[in-house]
Each structure stands twice: as structure tokens, then as C-alpha cells.
């Protein structure tokens, strides 16, 4: 479903030499299954999500989705089919319901209160349409940010350590939120985290990176050890 | 008898009306740089470029100066090539403001342009603006002035307003929105941030300031209702300039700060 063939990133500073943030990374990701992906801090994890969702260009290699290089695809166009929820939830100003809108919105798609009010609940936040969103804390903020991404009906899922920047009780709450959600909706998904226990409890492989290239890539047995 | 007071100091130290200038603006630069030494104990400021600047102000006036008591004896029309590299100084001077935008030069050229260049040529055409030396060059110059800040002014904010908001700006680019749509907020807020300065001088105009054109028309014997009326056109002007400046602006600037996939031009190079 998702594959990555000898991707690459450099990025030229001026006045500095060319820093190396990926480099040679492959890996191979089933329909509906999830990868979780490892590293120390400055690994290259969120880099290799900002590839996956175009936000950057690979320097080099390609990335295939469903079996088309996604260099071929309109970026915006695969970054519906490729949908992403960051660290920190960054809700646009407005209502829960508008914030939700705002991705078929960009397709000149509009959706219906029922639609809204069903991905709502789908999250655990049924009867918040009209509620402002800087008025939710950060494990409602990070579940809206989940239902944002799903408002585009994605294939894939990339989660950046989503539950990374929340309490304990909001960590566990939106953990097991997203694990339902990836296995009804049957998303293929990659999932960035630093915690190996996570990594054990999401993923069903494993890649782990170190200073941008991969040390590691298999079951969670062979990566994070038995 | 208030009034001799207080030139008392320097009308006993010079006597020519050049030589008290140099004086004035001798005392006055101490006076900047006394100010500047305090700011730069604080940190608010660097001396050395505050140095910099108060002599090449001086400097700039002066060959200012010198060069109108030449084009005040050239035709009308000569004001047209002196007009247009002033904007293409203005142009260079806000597009310093953020560097890190690609073409930003020709951004704020267009911007100037578009703002100042349309309001002058549009005024002239009218009446409004006489078509003489001494009209048009400086109500031109005070205009060109204006839009340069207000470019600047939008650029600052503008680039300030997305590195403070990359995450909702990069969230709206991951959910498929197009580059001008994710930062139409953020052109929004500088928008109107440009725009308050001049908004501010309309609606202070005669209460907290009466502005140097006005005092000049009736130093110079003009009635004073008509120099109040004339404050009011030049402060109008300015006032459209910057307006067309700073919509030019927030219609080409968010556009060119992403590529022709939405990628965010002006991130950091910094990931993780």
C-alpha cells in the first residue's frame, strides 16, 4: 500500500554545508496495517512523515502509494488520501464543526451536520460541534484533530507522536481512540513514537531509524527485541 | 519675545541661516545618538547602527538639498525619472525587511508601484497634485514614503505572523488546502496592522499633529484654510496608497511564499 524506495533528504543552508536529514530509507507498509517508527530525538521520524504527506520533497528515491509514485500525484489531492495528526493538535480559530469542515472544504466539498455529528462520535465527542476550539483541552484538541483528518476520508495515516504532548489519562484515552479508529476504518498507518511499550501496543512492525537512516526493519520482536 | 528666547543659544553662536542649520542639526544628532546610548544600555538597540543611520540621514538630506536647488529650475516632467528611483529605492529599503521571502524585491516594487505610482499619476492627472516641480516632488516623495513603510510594515508582519503559526499554517497544507487559503489569516492580520499608521494619522489629523505640509503652506503665506484642506488631500493620498500597497501585497505575498506544491518556502531548516 505504502512503500518507500530509497528516500532521501538534504537539505542547503546558507553559509552552512548540506545537512543530511534521511538518507536511503525503504520500507513497506501493508493495507490496514500499522508501522511504528522509532528514534532518538532528531532521527529524521517527523521528517520522514512530512515526506510521506509531501508538506517537503524527497532529494531523492520515491514513494509509492498504491502502487503510483506519489511524485506523479497533485500533492494536495494526495495529502487528503494521506492524512496527518501532529504532536500538538494546532486547531484552526472557530467551532469544533468548523474545524472539521475545513478539509473537504478545500475540494469544494461540503458536509452535512449528520456527517459532523457521526465522526464526533466517532472520537468520543459527541454534542461538541459548537464548542470554540481553544476552549478544549489538549486530549479533546488532539481527538478534533483526528476527526479533521478523517473528514477527508484518508487511506493512509500518519501519526506524528500524537499522544507525545498530553497527560497521562488524555495519553491513554486518545491511544486507544486511535487504535480503534485505524482498525474500523481499516487505515494503513504510520506511527512516529519515542515509547518502545507504544510502539509494542500499536504497531504490527517496526522500523527504527537513527540519525536519518534505518537501523532496524521488521516484526516488533526482531526491532525492539523479543 | 518667547521666540528669541529660545533661539537665544544659537543665534549667539552663528549668525548665517546655513551655519545655524549645520548647528541645529548638530545639537539635534547629539541629542539622537545621548537617546540611542541609553536604548543601547538596555539592550532596545545597537549604537553603532543608530551612528549609521543618523549620519546617513544627515548625509541623504543634505545631498537632497543640494539636488532640489537644481531641479527646481528643471521642467515639471524631470520630477517623472527622480519620482521612479525613489520608488526603486523604497522598493529595496522594505524588501530588507524580509529577506528570507523569494523575490521579495519584486514584490515590493510592484507593491510601490501599484501604490504610490497609480495614486501620483491618478492625482496629477486630476489637478489634484499641480504639475510643478515644487508640488510634485515633494507630495510625490511623501507618498512613495508612506507605502514604502506600509510594504514594510506588511512584510514584517506578515513573515512574523506565519513563523508563530507554522503549525496551524502546515496542519491546513496537510489537510489539502492551497498555500493562499492556509496563510489568508495571517495576511489578514497584516493587513490591517500595515494599515493602522495611516489609519491613526486620518484620524488624529489637526488634534494630536498638525503635519509639516500644513505648517509649510501657511509659513509660506497660504490661507490656512486652504492649508488645511491641502493637509487633508496629501493625508488621503497616503492614505490610497497604502491601502493599494498593502492589498497588492497581501495578494502576491502568500501566494509566493510556498511552491507550486504548496510546500512552505520560508520554513525554518530546522526538522525535529
Given at each position: 500500500m505504502l512503500a518507500c524506495c530509497s528516500v532521501s533528504r538534504t537539505i542547503q543552508r546558507n553559509g552552512h554545508p548540506a545537512l543530511k536529514l534521511l538518507e536511503n530509507i525503504s520500507f513497506f507498509v501493508e493495507q490496514g496495517a500499522t508501522l511504528a517508527v522509532l528514534g532518538a530525538s532528531g532521527a529524521g521520524k517527523s521528517t520522514l512523515l512530512r515526506l510521506l504527506n509531501r508538506l517537503d520533497e524527497p532529494s531523492g528515491g520515491q514513494i509509492m502509494l498504491a502502487g503510483k509514485n506519489?511524485?506523479?500525484?497533485d500533492a494536495r489531492q494526495l495529502r487528503r488520501k494521506v492524512g496527518m495528526v501532529m504532536q500538538r493538535a494546532y486547531l484552526f480559530p472557530g467551532c469544533v464543526a468548523d474545524n472539521i469542515r475545513f478539509g473537504p472544504a478545500q475540494f469544494g466539498q461540503t458536509m452535512t451536520d449528520a456527517e459532523i455529528a457521526g465522526l464526533l462520535e466517532q472520537v468520543g465527542?459527541?454534542?461538541?460541534?459548537?464548542?470554540?476550539?481553544?476552549?478544549?483541552?489538549g486530549g479533546e484538541a488532539q481527538r478534533v484533530a483526528l476527526a479533521r483528518a478523517l473528514a477527508n476520508r484518508p487511506q493512509v495515516l500518519l501519526l506524528?507522536?500524537?499522544?507525545?504532548?498530553?497527560d497521562e489519562e488524555a495519553k491513554q484515552g486518545v491511544e486507544q481512540l486511535l487504535l480503534s479508529v485505524v482498525q474500523q476504518d481499516r487505515l494503513t498507518c504510520v506511527w512516529v513514537t519515542h515509547d518502545r511499550a507504544q510502539a509494542r501496543r500499536v504497531g504490527q512492525r517496526a522500523l527504527l531509524l537513527s540519525e536519518g537512516r534505518v537501523i532496524a526493519d521488521g516484526s516488533l520482536d526482531e526491532v525492539l527485541g523479543a | 519675545m518667547v521666540r528669541s528666547m529660545r533661539s537665544w543659544v544659537l543665534n549667539y553662536l552663528v549668525h548665517s541661516e546655513l551655519t545655524r542649520g549645520i548647528a541645529q542639526a548638530a545639537t539635534v544628532a547629539v541629542f539622537v545618538l545621548l537617546t540611542a546610548w541609553f536604548a543601547a544600555q538596555r539592550g532596545a538597540a545597537s549604537i553603532g547602527e543608530i551612528f549609521v543611520a543618523v549620519t546617513r540621514a544627515i548625509v541623504q538630506i543634505l545631498v537632497v538639498g543640494l539636488l532640489l536647488v537644481i531641479l527646481?529650475?528643471?521642467?515639471?516632467?524631470?520630477?517623472i525619472p527622480v519620482l521612479a528611483g525613489m520608488i526603486v529605492a523604497a522598493a529595496t529599503i522594505a524588501a530588507?525587511?524580509?529577506?528570507?521571502?523569494?523575490?521579495t524585491f519584486q514584490i515590493t516594487l510592484i507593491c510601490i508601484c501599484a501604490g504610490a505610482g497609480t495614486t501620483i499619476l491618478v492625482m496629477t492627472a486630476l489637478g489634484i497634485?499641480?504639475?510643478q516641480m515644487r508640488m510634485l516632488l515633494p507630495v510625490g516623495s511623501m507618498i512613495i514614503a508612506n507605502t514604502m513603510n506600509i510594504a514594510a510594515l506588511y512584510l514584517n508582519r506578515f513573515v512574523g505572523e506565519i513563523r508563530s503559526h507554522i503549525g496551524e499554517l502546515e496542519s491546513a497544507i496537510a489537510l489539502g488546502a492551497a498555500g493562499d487559503t492556509a496563510a489568508l489569516p495571517y495576511s489578514r492580520a497584516a493587513f490591517r496592522a500595515s494599515l493602522i499608521p495611516a489609519i491613526d494619522n486620518l484620524r488624529s489629523l489637526g488634534i494630536v499633529w498638525i503635519p509639516g505640509i500644513m505648517a509649510g503652506m501657511v509659513l509660506s503665506g497660504s490661507s490656512p484654510l486652504y492649508a488645511a484642506l491641502y493637509q487633508f488631500v496629501v493625508l488621503g493620498m497616503i492614505f490610497i496608497s497604502g491601502s493599494i500597497t498593502s492589498i497588492t501585497a497581501s495578494q502576491l505575498l502568500p501566494r509566493n511564499i510556498f511552491n507550486a506544491r504548496e510546500q512552505l518556502l520560508i520554513r525554518d531548516a530546522v526538522e525535529e
Open positions: 506519489t511524485a506523479e500525484i465527542l459527541a454534542g461538541y460541534e459548537q464548542r470554540e476550539a481553544h476552549t478544549l483541552s506524528d507522536e500524537p499522544t507525545s504532548a498530553l | 527646481m529650475k528643471t521642467p515639471w516632467w524631470t520630477a530588507k525587511r524580509a529577506p528570507e521571502v523569494p523575490r497634485i499641480d504639475k
